[in-house]
């Protein structure tokens, strides 16, 4: 068993998955911002902010991320903080890292470097242990024990031992190919984006699933340019979580594509306070895919109607006849 993991972030996927893996490891530490959320956790074994019903496991505790102290004694570190916020948050704890198990379970795709969190997090800590886990996973059934599946990405085998007696509360499958399972991750939030906007104008399940099946292929082109995994597109981070996000009414990023559809939201959406991080990815996906010469129709649809250049109906009208034909007059001359 391992001796001391720690968690970067109280929300709701860092609590619920130190819920889960406390049963695996001796001691499970919880940095959050909120003094009053680190208090309650420590006092009352609760997390107001997110899950103020659940009584946590008694070998959880909590600390101040400005403090960081006791991470140097960690095996594994975690990871659990919004992708915008990963760069500044590892550079000021890169010290404390050093040989550790990094853990990321943040998705996003920075812009304009393109980078996805591992790639940053070693960027910035210098440390090549770092490993990614995804899936099909709400954090609230997580936290409450649900049966759940999540592939972890990782490019050294060595670890694959360790991370299976953390994880082992999941049903698991695993890939060395670590910036195709993040990017399965940015991929289905864009695409869940897409398919909210779809169903604010399209609600039949023809028409659904149509699109669904139209996402999932181009989301599949794209990771087969990139990707040296072959079975990447079986696996949880891949088919389990683009159908989860896309399908569930509770996904974040579906919901953003709904109320855009549904002028709830008044586009270009430029709404830097609220953490939908598929709305910031889909730029970097298409830059990613002109790279790597694969045609992304649907992505740019999405960007398209993000950022107020064409309505739903316009762009898809477009997506299923393809673009106006011009036709030519034929001139007939008098013989």
Known sequence: M??????IGAGSMGTALAQRISSRAEEVI??????????????????????PGLLLNPNIRARLIAGNHGLEDCQAVLIAVPS???????????????????????????????????EIIFEESNNPNIVCIS???FADEIAYGHIAGATIGAAD???????????????????????????????????????????????NYNEHYTFLNMCYKEMCRFLREISSDREIFTKFC????????ANVDKSRNRTLGLMVGK?????????????????????????????????????????????????????????IRGP????SRRVVRAG
């Open 2 to 7: 391992i001796s001391r993991v720690g968690i």
């Open 30 to 51: 919880l940095y959050g911002r909120k003094q009053e959320v680190v208090n309650s956790i420590n006092d009352e074994r609760c997390n107001p902010d997110y899950f």
């Open 84 to 118: 915008s916020e990963v760069r500044s948050i590892v550079h000021a704890i890169s010290h404390d890292l050093a040989n550790k198990v990094i853990i990321t379970v943040s998705k996003g795709l920075e812009y304009p470097s393109l980078k996805t969190m591992s």
């Open 135 to 137: 899936g099909p996973n």
């Open 157 to 203: 085998p060595s670890l694959s031992t360790m991370l299976s007696d953390l994880f082992g509360g999941f049903i698991l499958d695993f890939s060395d190919d670590l910036r195709a399972v993040e990017l399965c991750g940015v991929l289905k939030n864009v695409y869940a984006i897409g398919a909210g906007m779809w169903d604010s104008v399209y609600g």
């Open 238 to 245: 891949c088919f389990g979580d683009f159908n989860l996000t």
């Open 263 to 319: 002028n709830i939201i008044k586009t270009p959406y430029l709404e830097p306070g609220v953490t939908f991080e598929g709305s910031k990815s889909v730029e970097g996906i298409i830059e990613l895919g002109a790279r790597h010469g694969i045609d992304m129709p649907i992505a740019t649809l999405i960007s398209d109607v993000l950022n107020g250049r064409s309505s739903i109906r316009n762009t898809v009208e477009t997506l």
């Open 324 to 327: 106006p034909r011009r036709t």
